[in-house]
């Protein structure tokens, strides 16, 4: 059985501990190392066979490169490698990519084929988002369900913890409690980038915060071409392994804690509209979890393993 040694970076965040508590775990994985993030690359040992880099972007911005140059192999959680060129980059993110050679050759974690996984070096995991989104949106428009110039609405809502933590005036119980906030609205969103990389629409995107410690809850509305049925989209096949359909609209504690997403489609005919609904753990299936099943398809293993 082939083994691996891997270490987190950013062990002490939210996504970090929990793809330490998974890998601990996983069968294939013999050692996980969990260095100060402020030791830098010398925090990662010369015989790490795969890191996890679950820090802020521009740190793994700066830590992806050399990385990949000794030949680690890298999933990084955070959204230094996910919008496919420098502009975009930048316009997301705010910051120049100190390596922007990497960002068209970074393997987009969700919605890749196996065998382009398995030959990554480097694979930017999806945004907690952008998961919640493209696990509805990439079946329809893989099926090529989705009316031309489409433009899709979309509210999501998410757990605190989303926004890490660090303690910020707007995570604070006061803030939070008994409320919902909404925050970079409309198209100001980085991962909204991720989404129309993804598939052929405009997205109008509303996130907010909820008063919940984890979990995430994404519903929106996409045109179809005409002719769709419902029988279409009941037919549409899972995305991953850990894509499940879901009769009725969903909620949060169906997926708590588990690396699943359930996704709901449901067709208003008389505007050829479908309703999605999707609920994940943002901290699981929205990184963490997801994360592993990347490195699981890297090493050319089945995605379930180490998180059924």
Known sequence: MATYRVCIV???????????????????????DTPESSAGLAGVAADIDAVVLATPAEVAAEMAA???GRGVRVVDISGAHRAGNADAHRAAYGFDHPHPE?????????????????HASLVANPGCYANG?????????????????????????????GAGKKPTDRTHFMAVAENLMPY????????????????????LFV??????????LISGTVPLRDGVTQADLDALPPLDAFWRRSKSAPDVHEVALTPWIAVHYALDAPSQRVL??????????????????????MWQLPETTGLE
């Open 10 to 32: 950013g062990a002490s965040g939210y996504s970090g501990a929990e793809a330490a508590q998974l890998l601990r775990r996983h069968p294939n994985v013999v050692r996980v």
């Open 276 to 297: 999605f609904v999707t609920a994940l753990d943002n901290l699981s299936r929205g990184a963490a979890s997801h994360a592993v099943a990347n490195l699981n398809a």
């Open 102 to 118: 990497l960002l068209a050759r970074a393997v987009y974690g969700l919605g890749a084929s196996l065998q382009d996984l398995a």
């Open 207 to 216: 996130p907010l915060v909820a008063p919940l410690r984890r979990g995430m």
């Open 66 to 68: 050399p990385l990949v």
């Open 184 to 203: 970079k609205t409309l198209r100001a969103h980085q991962h909204v980038v991720e989404v129309e990389r993804a598939v052929p629409v405009r997205l």
């Open 133 to 161: 989104m493209l696990s509805a949106l990439l079946p329809l428009a893989r099926a090529g369900l989705l009316a031309s110039d489409a433009v899709a609405a979309v509210t999501g809502i998410s757990g605190v913890s």
